[in-house]
């Protein structure tokens, strides 16, 4: 077994939960997986639990926030409901998660009044920040896909999570990731506490990666030898600025690939100037044309 790689999270979300992808995960040195409640059709934790000592030498990140309804998964940031999922959480999993996530907020807040969603969110917060105390999970945060409209609604009286996971990578759009930096720095958070997720966007098979050269954001010999894949891997670290990065796989062989990309050097003035591009285009910059002209214009060659 390898020496432990902490700035890899294996995300469950669209795994089969196989036994032996998390056994193949573990050969490779990789020790925490991010689940949730809701994930593999509510029955997660429960596989997860039936896989026995497997399990154990891996940290487990979980979220809370989505139940299930009548017509598939509905959101809801009620108190008693996010203790329940706590709760049961703990049972389904027979273990403390090391980490639990409150699950999109941002959508339960959508079209509340400011100051009815400001409450909302602290009394979600309180909730997961009681539970840690409480040691129903040993840590939390905040898992947020539109991290934009909960900025205005943190403040001094707003618990402080031990973790905000954002999108990261060449896929997010400029609003994102300025709203990721912000809400980071409302809570004052280090980047050792912000995580990057979906670095492919869950699509490593689209076009956009055969339309796009992330190779650009590399140093040197690392853009003559890695993939596009993981040179657009290793720029999700700085796309916004994270520490570590769940990314979902179930092929051992592309989990390999990304363990090697992650000596790669980033060209962080690419990544600057990148950004200033995708600015000056707000509104457009998530069409692939456009981020392809960025991309292209960012590269050194080109400046
Ligand atoms: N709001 C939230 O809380 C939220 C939302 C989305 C995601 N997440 C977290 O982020 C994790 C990752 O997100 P995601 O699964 O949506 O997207 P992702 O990590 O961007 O993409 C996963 C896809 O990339 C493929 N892949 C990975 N490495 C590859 C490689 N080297 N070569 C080719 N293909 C490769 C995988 O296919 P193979 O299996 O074939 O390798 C998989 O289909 C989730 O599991 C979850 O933990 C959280």
New binding site residues.
Partial sequence: MREPHSRIVL????SRYQRHSLNAALDMGIRAI?TAFNYHGFAAHQTLASFGDLLAPFSVST?VGYFPGAAGAVHSLDPGRLRYALEKTNRDLGRTPDLV?L??PEQSVSGLPPEEARDCLTLACGVLANAAREGLCGAWGI?S?RPGPLVCLVDGDTPRPDVL?VRSGLLVAIDTLDASESLAARWHLPAAAVWG??????R?TDSIWEEINPKVFLRGDSARVCSR?QAAFRAAYYLPRVSSV??????PG?LR??LDSLGAEVNESTVARYRDLLRRQRGDSNSSSSRSASIRTAAPSST
């Fill in positions: 995300g469950l979300h669209r991010d979220k996530f699950h999109n898992a896909w996971m997720m979906s670095p492919f966007g869950g490593a894949l769940a990314v979902g796989s179930d092929d592309h690939e990304l």
